[in-house]
């Protein structure tokens, strides 16, 4: 298996032509774990989520995660 970069095609009406002729097995794969280590922190604790948050804590295999609600809070002065 391997991986060819786009830039390294041509789109002809025939199909896509490789350009690179130097494949080697595994090029431009990453192995499991490469861009996480286990240990790693990928989210601290109390970080507010955000869209791009969700898909990264499922691709760690999480289904569940504990969230809390930003407490609203108000403050009156009478004098």
Known sequence: DAVIMQENTTVTEAGIQFN???????????PTGDDIKQGDIVLAKGARLTPRD???????GVSHITVVRKPKVAFFSTG
């Not at 690179?20 to 990453?30: G, S």
């Not at 969700?54 to 760690?60: G, N, Q, R, V, W």
């Open 20 to 30: 690179q002729t130097d494949v080697k097995p595994q090029n431009n794969i990453r």
């Open 54 to 60: 969700i898909p990264m804590i499922a691709s760690l």
